[in-house]
């Protein structure tokens, strides 16, 4: 079955960087777009940032200037680069895939990383 095994979450001090990763494995005839959403303690969920297969990304106002999205194809996988992470970007970091089997197009959320920005 479809995985999508993140890492990279964990402390950092404000000021910090940290790179989370997402590969993906299983039967996935084309991935279509990767992304990464957020949710801190009381907030709603929300985009972070996407990248296409194309290699067209997009970005929460919030995060411009500081993270980049990137993907490796070859490796079926998406980065989150963070820098400049301040407290208020402490939250639980999920990676969504939406992507193609042979017959009809999915989408499939990983399991979420926790990320902890504090001195």
């Known amino acids: 079955q479809v995985q999508l095994v993140e890492s990279g979450g964990g402390l950092v001090q404000p000021g910090g960087s940290l790179r989370l990763s997402c590969a993906a494995s299983g039967t996935i005839f084309r991935i279509n777009k990767m992304g990464w959403y957020r949710q801190g303690p009381g907030k709603q969920r929300e985009l972070v940032a996407d990248i296409t297969s194309s290699g067209a990304t997009n970005y929460a106002d919030s995060v411009k200037g500081r993270f980049t999205v990137s993907r490796d194809n070859a490796k079926r996988t998406a980065y989150l680069q963070m820098n400049s992470l301040k407290p208020e970007d402490a939250a639980l970091y999920y990676c969504?895939?939406?992507?193609?089997?042979?017959?009809?197009?999915?989408?499939?959320w990983g399991q979420g990383t926790q990320v902890t920005v504090s001195s």
């Open positions: 969504n895939m939406m992507y193609d089997t042979p017959f009809i197009g999915r989408e499939y």
